[in-house]
T-cell receptor, first 113, second 116 residues
Framework: GDSVTQMEGPVTLSEEACLTI???????????LFWYVQYPGEGLQLLLK?????DKGSNKGFEATYRKETTSFHLEKGSVQVSDSAVYFC????????????FGKGTTLSVSS | GAGVSQSPSNKVTEKGKDVELRCDPI?????LYWYRQSLGQGLEFLIY????????KSGLPSDRFSAERTGGSVSTLTIQRTQQEDSAVYLC??????????????FGEGSRLTVL
């Protein structure tokens, strides 16, 4: 079945460091890919998405490119801030009617000043 | 507010008791999802409701778990004869579009269940 694998955390960085959180997927067909973020004490919220190969999703300085050849959707940010500390979830939708998002296990990011 | 509302936010119960968790989705959202978030396990899909269609129950871990959605709006997740392994945060989400059209899911803050 479809699945998402993301790098284990926690990831600890200093402010202004570069961030990469790896995400790879297994799916039949052509899934849509998502990154969700869960800030402390808040519900998950969509960070960015990409619906077809080579699409780049971006938001709040974060980017991820849908790479079909490597079945990857790595999350990147050039300069992290303390406020980016959160849990990040990679997810996919197989674009079939009546199916739910499949999530990775989440990666905790802690950024210190 | 206008977001997804879940109650209770925290629930502590004794093993063997039944619990009910409530989700009030965003008004007008036709799809409603329940997920379970356990430490180290990520988000586990439980059940999905879309309009008047039969729900997708494929993620429910055992027959002790059930959910209903009344009037296409509020949903209740019921766990019977709770076990310690049921301890987790139960998340509800809703969306306006069926997810295959790459619609966005809106999540509540979750109900944290602790089974002693």
């Amino acid at each position: 079945g479809d699945s998402v694998t993301q790098m284990e955390g926690p990831v600890t960085l200093s402010e202004e460091a570069c961030l990469t959180i790896n995400c790879t997927y297994t799916a039949t067909g052509y899934p849509s890919l998502f990154w969700y973020v869960q800030y402390p004490g808040e519900g998950l919220q969509l960070l960015l998405k990409a619906t077809k190969a080579d699409d780049k999703g971006s938001n709040k300085g974060f980017e991820a490119t849908y790479r079909k050849e490597t079945t990857s959707f790595h999350l990147e940010k050039g300069s992290v801030q303390v406020s980016d500390s959160a849990v990040y979830f990679c997810a996919l939708s197989d674009n079939q009617a009546g199916t739910a998002l499949i999530f990775g296990k989440g990666t905790t990011l802690s950024v210190s000043s | 507010g206008a977001g997804v509302s879940q109650s209770p936010s925290n629930k502590v119960t004794e093993k063997g008791k039944d619990v009910e968790l409530r989700c009030d989705p965003i008004s007008g959202h036709t799809a409603l999802y329940w997920y379970r978030q356990s430490l180290g396990q990520g988000l586990e899909f439980l059940i999905y409701f879309q309009g008047n269609s039969a729900p997708d129950k494929s993620g429910l871990p055992s027959d002790r778990f059930s959910a209903e959605r009344t009037g296409g709006s509020v949903s209740t997740l019921t766990i019977q004869r709770t076990q310690q392994e049921d301890s987790a945060v139960y998340l509800c989400a809703s969306s306006f579009e069926i997810i295959w059209s790459a619609g966005e899911l809106f999540f509540g803050e979750g109900s944290r269940l602790t089974v002693l």
